[in-house]
């Protein structure tokens, strides 16, 4: 990667990467013709700002299946910043359930007193349950978790976590080994029983609108004016 494009994902001027380049923080070479070659990954650079509030953006997935959004969200974590004023000084990318409280990139940033100020861009990036917890544990630290966006995320990525809490009770209750098995099976009867649902929805309604013109045939037939009398129209 050239080094103005590690420069612009980083969100610092490009004179202040080639001092780190200089200065051997960043590992990389230079090409006869003076261009910059960066070989580290930008996951793993840290750039200490001025005044050492160092920002940090997180962006994760649920799944592998998701892994290509990684990207593109985190791309999106660092314009916000940007936008901002935040110079983002370290890029962290994970794959994980937001229901595991056990994923390490995550908690190595949680447990860094020097980063100052964690971004991510839905509350449930960070974990799916217990955030205001560790927002007051940082505030407690003079540190902060920023969250930019507070919509819901995609429904196929709270499915994912779902399935990710079935899974850690069935674990409990039939061990790891049929864990997979059982979870397939509720799945399966949640699945059943929503098409039942919804069929038997669809039978009430269907009956209810056959009623109702035996209902109005009823009404007038009882009717004390008999065929003057109208269920749309009223008495005449």
């Known amino acids: 990667m050239k080094l103005s494009s590690y420069a612009k994902k980083l969100g610092i001027h490009y004179n202040t990467a080639y001092r780190m380049f200089k200065r051997g923080q960043i590992a990389g070479y230079q090409l006869p013709t003076g261009t910059v070659i960066i070989e580290e990954p930008i996951e793993k650079a840290v750039v200490q700002p001025e005044g050492g509030h160092l ?30 004023g935040w110079s983002v000084g370290k890029v962290v990318k994970e794959v994980g359930s937001g229901i595991n409280d056990q994923r390490p990139k995550f908690l190595a940033l949680l447990a860094n007193p020097a980063i100052r100020r964690i971004v991510v861009e839905h509350k449930d990036r960070a974990s799916r349950f217990g955030v205001a917890y560790i927002q007051t544990l940082l505030a407690m630290q003079e540190r902060e978790l920023v969250v930019v966006n507070t919509a819901d995320t995609a429904q196929d990525d709270l499915m994912g976590d779902f399935v990710a809490i079935i899974t850690s009770f069935a674990a409990r209750l039939y061990g790891r080994r049929r864990a997979k098995r059982k979870t397939e099976q509720v799945l399966a009867a949640l699945q059943r029983n929503g098409n039942r649902h919804e069929q038997e929805a669809g039978k009430s309604y269907g009956r209810r609108e056959k009623a109702a013109p035996r209902q109005k045939e009823d009404e007038a037939e009882h009717h004390p004016r008999g065929d003057a009398y109208s269920p749309d129209r009223g008495q005449c």
């Not at 940090?56 to 985190?74: F, G, H």
């Open 55 to 84: 920002v940090a953006v997180y962006a994760r997935v649920s799944s592998s299946e998701n892994k290509k959004n990684l990207d593109t969200q985190a791309e999106r974590l660092i314009t916000w910043c940007n936008a901002q």
